[in-house]
């Protein structure tokens, strides 16, 4: 899910990088960490293994069992460990335990942290882990030894590569006239928070992504300006039902988003003859059915002001983090740059407040709540966040 670009070297240097690398901590910061018995959501992860790695595993009869011939998504072409059933837990999970823990991939080792190689090098925490901000081990030491055992050599080399992507998108956004700075980017999402976080303002913002007309170089006030001017003709209701819906309307089980309740029941959802249907999730890959849903009845609930202002605080979250600007990279470079940067950067915060919003009304529903407080948008964080990391980017997880 989130382990997508494997790091491509034969082993890893021990030396300390160097300080004129850029490293931001600035997500790891202050946060602690602690594994929850009987969670395992990391297990349901399907981790590529990096090129040594997939030699050790198939020259061991043992670790050789659990190689996959083929990974869930066909774009990722790498060596991965399997699932069981083709959809459940790692190969080697057993009563939620790894049954190789000392011997686990290093994408394995890496969670609930994230490294993220793009103009610099960012940390990340895969904010889908329950375990997050549990008294425990100090995530910033934790990346700090994680970086410290890649070495500069390796670092320099997937920067330098990283850079040269990433240089290469604002060269064609220049080329076509819809270069922004990312600084102002942030700036302007940043200041259309409020919007972000609101029925009205949201519709304003997505109506600016598809219709609106930005100069290149704009100012963050002067793209602020334009979203909040823009008629309010996106109906988010329906918007929401539309996405929520897809979210389920997927061809295999493996391929749906999990969810890890507070009692740590793994759940997914899929969309069949017309309803939601609920399942729990087994190691193996069965699935016992527990709720059927109209689609129709699910709706927004509003926001209780610890819930607004907790889904403010994580979309500022998303603002701040690389992978993020590189995926909307992704969407402008796909959509061949027609729109302007700063119009696919804000579409995309705004479809993924959206998508927050309509996963954390969809649980709460489920609870029989009727607003969304900080309870419930935890709840809907922890339902999308790992699948926020997974969104195409350019640049790398390494």
Known sequence: MENRSANESEGMQLSRPQPDLEIDYTEVKGKTYSCIDNCALCCLCQPELLPDEAIRFRGDPVLAQGVAERHISPEV??????????????????????????????????????????????????????????????????????????????????????????????????????????????????????????????????????????????????IARLARRSDAVADIQERALMDGTELFDLPDLSLLPIYIDEGMVWKIFELKEKRIVGYVLAEDGTTDEFVRIDPNEVELLPFEEQGRRLLGEYLSTINSRDCFLGHAAYLCDMDDYEFNFAQAYLGAMANNALDLWWRSSFLAGLDGREELGAKEIRNGIVFFDMDLLDLPTIGAFI
């Open 77 to 222: 072409k790498g060596t991965a460990l399997k699932l069981r059933g083709a959809h459940g837990a790692c190969h080697f999970l057993a009563n939620k335990r790894c049954k190789i823990y000392d011997l686990r991939p290093h994408f394995c080792r890496l969670f609930p942290v994230n490294v993220f190689v793009g103009w610099r090098i960012q940390l990340l925490t895969n904010l889908s882990c329950r375990g997050m901000g549990l008294p425990g081990s100090n995530l910033q030491e934790e990346a700090e030894k994680i970086i410290a055992d890649y070495g500069r050599a390796e670092l320099s080399e997937q920067l330098d590569h990283a850079k040269k992507v990433f240089a290469d998108f604002v060269r064609n956004c220049r080329a076509t006239g819809v270069a922004q700075s990312f600084s102002s980017l942030r700036s302007a999402a940043d200041s259309l928070m409020d919007e972000l976080t609101d029925e009205l303002g949201l519709s304003r913002v997505l109506t600016y992504a598809e219709h609106g007309r930005t100069r290149q170089n704009a100012s963050p006030t002067d």
